[in-house]
């Protein structure tokens, strides 16, 4: 069956916040035209807030309506849906009525209140995975978006703490994930890399150079489809930089992780999932 979130492999892929129209577009751009020359469907991924940064003086973006309107024009000049993050069960509706999908943070994906507004909507919902929390605890986030009307759900995986600034990718979990939640299960590599608090002025750091063979073990191990923060200027971006993927070096990464994908499936070594 045909769903927003499938048929396999998929990419999300955009900047990790609403940045200028001017940026919006040759990221949107580059997008879509990787989402032809693959074949590949891709969602394009940034949020109008970000209520979690490390610092209170970090730049959180343009905010609920500004960041919509922002994400519209994206849809609509580019063809591709767009997804964006809610941090508060009243943004839910409102942004419901903008973007194709919502997702979830890592951090609130045990928020009841908010996992039933983005059920609500009936919008395909995506949850990341929270860092402190095992593959089996989150088949109850999924069944809170599903019993409030979500019946499209995908979860993210993007690693565990290990200590206070690194995470840990338990490799088995994209199979666990699925057997328990009988969700999507996507691999986000760009925050799986990520050392919050750990860069320069408290603002996140990240291993940039980790990401490609985290992503490649992830397509063989059985993840659904890929999330990647992409930028034309990782240096420049206003959040998460430390751990983008440069836009310029995306094809050839999600070539080579798509060989990955459909040899691992071809040779029996994970389920077909088409």
């Not at 045909?2 to 396999?8: K, L, Q, R």
């Not at 929270?130 to 605890?137: F, L, T």
């Not at 992503?215 to 420049?236: K, N, Q």
């Amino acid at each position: 069956m045909t769903t927003f979130w499938s048929p396999a492999p998929m990419l999300v892929a955009g900047p990790c916040v609403v940045e200028s129209d001017a940026i919006n577009r040759v990221i949107a751009a580059q997008l879509a035209e990787l989402s032809s020359k693959l074949g590949l469907r891709v969602v394009y991924k940034a949020s109008f807030d970000k209520a979690n940064r490390a610092s209170g003086a970090a730049p959180r973006g343009p905010g609920i309506e500004r960041g919509l309107e922002a994400l519209a024009r994206v849809r609509e000049e580019s063809g591709l849906p767009v997804l964006s993050d809610v941090h508060e069960a009243w943004q839910a509706e409102r942004a419901a009525e903008v973007v194709d999908a919502l997702q979830v943070p890592a951090f609130l994906c045990r928020q009841t209140d908010l996992l039933r507004a983005v059920g609500a909507t009936g919008r395909p919902v995506n949850i990341k995975k929270g860092q402190w929390m095992s593959a089996e605890a989150m088949h109850g986030a999924v069944q809170k978006v599903r019993n409030a009307g979500a019946s499209d759900v995908a979860v993210t995986e993007r690693g565990t703490f290990f200590g206070y600034g690194d995470l840990v990718v338990d490799m088995r979990n994209f199979q666990r994930l699925k057997r328990v939640t009988g969700a999507t299960v996507l691999f986000d590599a760009t925050h799986a890399v990520q050392r919050p608090g750990q860069g320069v002025g408290g603002v996140s750091g990240g291993d940039r150079e980790q990401i490609p063979p985290l992503l490649l073990a992830a397509a063989g191990a059985g993840a659904d489809g890929f999330f990647l923060e992409t930028h034309p200027a990782p240096e420049t971006a206003p959040s998460d930089g430390a751990s983008m993927w440069p836009l310029g070096d995306l094809v050839p990464l999600v070539e080579r992780a798509l060989d990955v994908w459909h040899a691992a499936r071809e040779k029996g070594a994970v389920p077909w999932s088409r």
